[in-house]
């Protein structure tokens, strides 16, 4: 097993559960790749130094399946799921409770409560066989004929109709106030799908909904704590775990991968290898050329990745000074002033530019889990999208002065003024509260994970022309990789980025499926 990201741990636990002997081989000194913590930020504070909500963990019947509270994992939730604020003072909010959500959202626009809990009255038709059929290998048979027998009940092809439409168009049709739409608009922002492209009201549905039934739950500990859960499990079940052991090299005799090589050490594998790695990592360099199949080799030219990424931890010496106090304090919190300049920020990325005005994801860690950082602090962070290549900075006349696009130091402290002001607009004061920032950027993340190839968090491109049957090549959409015995189990494999396991397991249920046929041993 290659790589112990979150993948790659579900992968290694399914694996030992039906009886084989898994070794599980990270570069990094720890596991957990995208899934990790530290108090590295300020003493006494703990930051997630990539992921730190888990919605998609808490659905995935993968991860709840392997029972990692028996290995000390704890979920803590923050009083209301996901926040709003916009600079009129308003708070667009969502609450776990989905009568207190519509209540406000009805308070903010009659009608739009009822709206609301019609949305999730689908969902409750459709959601779970919605949710497993997105996860499952591609294409999803047993879940896609549960989802088509329950479809008329929610509200047939109308509902297919809402899940095709751009998130943009979907809060309008939906909703006639701004509080919903940016709900809806800012969970499809999660991942790099225009608002005005098919995806994007799909991904901004599941999330909202996901936080309506799992809500959006965070490791008691820090991210850290799931990962070394899983890990835990492993090792419990007689797994043997390798960090700081890099696989430089997946050997293939006879037409099948047979081992990989750790510098001069070889291990063989007799059964599989499974690769938690970056497709552009796995077809470009631990395989060598000539055992790549044409046309892997071929799709890889096309193969996109998607945004880059900037983010900011903030130690915090009190709460966030919000100008307007929120009815109940998010863990999650959506910066953008309107679902119009979301739009145009991510416009702005999609053309090579720096945005002027980032839309920012953030999450108020402390107030989601009390242990974080002492009692009346707050431990924050923030991260915002930027293009993977640089044309221009679209806010270079801002106050913070013009960012060239080559994330070096100064880039990165000039950007994270920028994202730090936004912050300063909505809560007056901010500047002050700071104890400690740090900022990473595209090569910082890509140096702390190499699967974040140029700081990309997604594993690839998660727009259409790049799911499906077309991840991460046409005529894919499975773990298989077109070499016998190797499977691709990370986020550049279907159904994409996120911790939800599913790529893993994925590549597991391929390996056990494969291990079975006669020809195959």
């Known amino acids: 097993m290659v790589g112990a990201g979150p993948n790659g741990l579900v992968a290694a636990n399914l694996l030992i559960d039906r009886g084989w002997s898994v070794l599980l081989l990270e570069a990094q000194p720890e596991v957990g790749g995208a899934v990790a913590s530290s108090g590295e930020v300020h003493d006494g504070f703990v930051h997630d130094t990539f992921s730190a909500f888990y919605p998609l963990a808490a659905a995935s019947p993968t991860i709840r399946g392997l029972g990692l509270e028996r290995h000390g994992l704890r979920w803590s939730h923050a009083p209301a799921v996901l926040g709003h604020p916009t600079p009129d003072g308003a708070w667009a909010l969502m609450h776990r409770d989905r009568e207190i959500t519509?209540?406000?959202?009805?308070?903010?626009?009659?009608?739009?409560?009822?709206?609301?809990?019609?949305?999730c009255r689908q969902w409750d038709t459709v959601g779970d066989q919605l949710v497993q059929a997105i996860l499952a290998p591609f294409p999803p048979v047993r879940a896609g004929l549960g989802?088509?027998?329950?479809?008329?009940?929610?509200?047939?092809?109308?509902?297919?109709?809402?899940?095709?439409?751009?998130?943009?168009?979907?809060g309008q049709s939906r909703f006639g106030g701004p509080a919903p739409r940016l709900l809806i608009a800012g969970?499809?922002?999660?991942?790099?799908?225009?608002?005005?492209?098919?995806?994007?009201?799909?991904?901004?549905?599941?999330?909202a909904l996901l936080g309506q039934t799992v809500g959006f739950p965070v490791p008691v500990g820090g991210a850290g704590q799931l990962s070394g859960a899983m890990a835990r499990r492993f090792v419990a079940l007689g797994g043997e775990l390798r960090c700081d052991a890099e696989v430089t090299a997946i050997d293939v005799e006879g037409g099948r991968a047979s081992g990989v090589r750790v510098g001069a050490e070889r291990f063989h594998a007799r059964r599989a290898v499974v690769a938690d790695v970056a497709a552009p990592h796995l077809f470009g360099r631990l395989l060598a050329p000539e055992h790549v199949p044409?046309?892997?080799?071929?799709?890889?030219?096309?193969?996109?990745?998607?945004?880059?990424?900037?983010?900011?931890?903030?130690?915090?010496?009190?709460?966030?000074?919000?100008?307007?106090?929120?009815?109940?304090?998010?863990?999650?919190?959506?910066?953008?002033?309107?679902?119009?300049?979301?739009?145009?920020?991510?416009?702005?990325?999609?053309?090579?530019?720096?945005?002027?005005?980032?839309?920012?994801?953030?999450?108020?860690?402390?107030?989601?889990?009390?242990?974080?950082?002492?009692?009346?602090?707050?431990?924050?962070?923030?991260?915002?999208?930027?293009?993977?290549?640089?044309?221009?900075?679209?806010?270079?006349?801002?106050?913070?002065?013009?960012?060239?696009?080559?994330?070096?130091?100064?880039?990165?402290?000039r950007f994270g003024d920028r994202m730090q002001a936004r912050f300063e607009q909505l809560a007056p004061g901010f500047g002050s509260r700071v104890l400690s920032r740090r900022v990473l950027g595209p090569k910082e993340l890509e140096a702390r994970n190499a699967n974040l190839i140029g700081g990309a968090v997604g594993g690839g491109t998660q727009q259409l022309h790049q799911q499906l049957i077309f991840r991460p090549v046409p005529g894919r959409g499975r773990a298989e990789t077109g070499v016998p015995g190797l499977y691709l189990g990370?986020?550049?494999?279907?159904?994409?980025?996120?911790?939800?396991?599913?790529?893993?397991?994925?590549?597991?249920?391929?390996?056990?499926?494969?291990?079975?046929?006669?020809?195959?041993?």
């Open 102 to 119: 519509a209540r406000l959202a009805d308070e903010a626009h009659p009608g739009d409560g009822e709206a609301w809990l019609e949305l």
């Open 187 to 207: 969970n499809a922002g999660h991942a790099d799908i225009p608002l005005e492209a098919p995806g994007s009201g799909l991904l901004g549905l599941l999330l």
């Open 147 to 170: 989802l088509l027998a329950r479809l008329p009940r929610a509200g047939g092809l109308g509902l297919v109709q809402d899940l095709l439409t751009p998130a943009l168009q979907l």
């Open 294 to 413: 044409r046309t892997v080799a071929r799709g890889m030219r096309r193969f996109a990745m998607d945004a880059a990424t900037v983010k900011v931890d903030w130690a915090l010496d009190g709460p966030v000074p919000w100008a307007s106090t929120p009815a109940y304090a998010p863990g999650t919190v959506h910066v953008a002033d309107s679902v119009e300049q979301m739009a145009e920020a991510w416009g702005q990325v999609t053309r090579g530019e720096v945005p002027a005005a980032p839309f920012m994801l953030a999450g108020q860690m402390t107030t989601s889990d009390p242990t974080r950082s002492p009692a009346g602090t707050e431990s924050l962070w923030a991260y915002t999208h930027v293009p993977q290549h640089s044309r221009r900075d679209a806010g270079e006349d801002g106050p913070t002065g013009g960012v060239k696009g080559t994330w070096d130091h100064d880039d990165l402290e």
């Open 490 to 521: 990370s986020a550049s494999a279907h159904p994409g980025g996120g911790v939800h396991g599913a790529a893993g397991s994925n590549a597991a249920r391929a390996a056990l499926f494969h291990a079975r046929l006669p020809w195959r041993r």
